[in-house]
């Protein structure tokens, strides 16, 4: 883990469909409360709520109190670490990619 607060693995926090979906609406806002985020999933609003948990555990989702409401932010710094992750292997992609290509193009002639 990146940072000295997290709870939760980045990786364990991403792994659930809905949490990157949470992930995206909140990357495509400011801030959110929960009223608003609720309505784009199939569950009630303590399933959400819960989600969101999880995120926060993982360092990508920040909450503040405004009033009686809780607003949520997306904090992708942690998702760097997905990142890197994924980057190590992209060699292997390339290789992987260029193999192909070479194979499809062998094939043609």
């Not at 929960?34 to 360092?59: C, D, N, W, Y």
């Amino acid at each position: 883990m990146t940072e000295i607060n997290q709870l939760r693995d980045v990786f364990d926090a991403i792994a659930d469909p809905t949490r990157r979906h949470l992930i995206h609406l909140l990357s495509e806002a400011e801030e959110l409360p929960l009223h608003e985020l609720t309505p784009q999933f199939q569950m009630g609003r303590t399933a959400v709520s819960k989600h969101l948990t999880i995120l926060k555990e993982a360092g990508l989702v920040e909450d503040r109190k405004v009033g009686r409401e809780t607003r949520y932010r997306l904090n992708a710094s942690p998702l760097q670490e997905v990142q890197d992750w994924v980057g190590f292997y992209n060699k292997y992609w390339s290789t992987n990619m260029l193999r192909l290509k070479q194979l499809l193009e062998e094939e043609e002639e």
